[in-house]
Nanobody, 114 residues
Framework: QVHLAEPGGGLVQPGGSLRLSCAAFGSISGIYVMGWHRQASGKQRELVATITTVGSTKYAESVKGRFTISGDNAKNTVYLQMNSLKPEDTAVYYC????????WGQGTLVTVSS
């Protein structure tokens, strides 16, 4: 089994920054994809950013240039640096792991508001 720990989240003002982290524990595959999806109130869950163990990244158009995903393979941990945050970035952010099996984190709330 694989478990995800995703501290972080919170309240930030528009234009501010926040960093999320997500660590995977357990029977980790040698090759995997990790990242975040988010779900705003009343909307469907959408992909935010992902990264593979070889460093390939993918971003939603809405966050390109503002968010940066990075990973530490030795720690099985990924980070999402979120800059220039907007109110429309407010959502529950879910960490996701896919390495033969798919695992979701419990989600962390990010609120962008003045």
């Amino acid at each position: 089994q694989v478990h995800l720990a995703e501290p972080g989240g919170g309240l930030v003002q528009p234009g501010g920054s926040l960093r999320l982290s997500c660590a995977a524990f357990g029977s980790i595959s040698g090759i995997y994809v990790m990242g975040w999806h988010r779900q705003a109130s009343g909307k469907q869950r959408e992909l935010v950013a992902t990264i593979t163990t070889v460093g390939s990244t993918k971003y939603a158009e809405s966050v390109k240039g503002r968010f940066t995903i990075s990973g530490d393979n030795a720690k099985n941990t990924v980070y999402l640096q979120m800059n220039s945050l907007k109110p429309e970035d407010t959502a529950v952010y879910y960490c996701n792991y896919y390495g033969g099996l798919e695992v979701w984190g419990q989600g962390t709330l990010v609120t962008v508001s003045s």
